[in-house]
């Protein structure tokens, strides 16, 4: 069997992206595996695995692909790493905020715009990563970065809730936008739950779950194997 090729991953919460890699390396007995994007450990979904050299070396242009994701935000709270993780720097009531009004929010960040990395992104700056420098309680400034969102879709609104679907473009980050919207809306707002529904044509329905990987031999995981 030629051992070259793309494995779609359904990474579970909890894990880093790292994890998944040491998982497949030692069940495959193959060291030369990484993937193209990472995910935080508390997010989910979908993550590409390059297995062997040559697609490793393939991984920037999976990387620039654009990514869908399923979003939950919440709210009345700001978090110093404007996810659920973070300390607690405000609250707010939430006030009772019409549909028009989360709508009219939402609709300020579609197409292109500016971003800012957060501190807590894998960004480097100077050779150093951002969260690496946060660690250390340092914070410097940041560009502001060009970025598309594609697709804006809320699905449900729950207040102090907010679930939506996102189609955004390399670059995007989803904690730094919910971010956002919560200071439109005035009340602050932070990244309660992430899942990657998808990466340019893959879908995470396609993928392999972690505890499956787990429990197949090596030769049921490689028969998985999109070639690229």
């Known amino acids: 069997m030629d051992i070259n090729g793309l494995l779609l991953v ?5 894990m880093t992206s790292h ?4 998982i497949l390396r030692a069940k495959l ?4 595996i990484g993937h193209a994007g990472t995910l935080d450990p ?5 993550l590409l695995v390059l297995i062997s050299k040559a697609a490793t070396k393939k991984a920037s242009s999976f990387s620039g692909l654009d990514k869908t994701y399923e979003v939950r935000l919440t709210l009345g709270v700001k978090t110093d790493t404007a996810d659920h993780t973070g300390k607690i720097i405000t609250e707010k ?3 009772g905020y019409s549909k028009k009004q989360i709508d009219e929010a939402f609709e300020q960040f579609q197409g292109e715009t500016q971003q800012v990395p ?31 969102i594609s697709s804006l879709h809320i699905s449900k609104i729950d207040l102090p809730h907010i679930y939506f679907t996102l189609l955004c473009s390399k670059g995007t980050y989803v904690r730094t ?5 919560g200071e439109v809306l005035g009340c ?34 490689l028969s998985r194997l999109i070639k690229i």
């Open 10 to 14: 359904d990474k579970p919460n909890g």
């Open 118 to 148: 957060p501190m807590v992104s894998a960004k480097k700056v100077g050779g150093k990563k951002l969260y690496e420098l946060a660690r250390k309680g340092i914070s410097i400034e940041r560009q502001p970065q060009k970025i598309i």
């Open 19 to 22: 994890d998944v890699i040491d």
């Open 188 to 221: 602050g707002a932070y990244m309660n739950g992430l899942r990657r529904l998808g990466v340019g044509d893959y879908i995470v329905t396609e993928a392999i779950k972690v505890e499956n990987i787990k429990q197949c031999k090596a030769a049921q995981i």
């Open 42 to 46: 508390e997010a989910t979904g979908l």
């Open 93 to 95: 009531k939430v006030a």
């Open 29 to 32: 007995n193959i060291k030369k």
């Open 177 to 181: 936008l919910c971010e956002e919207i």
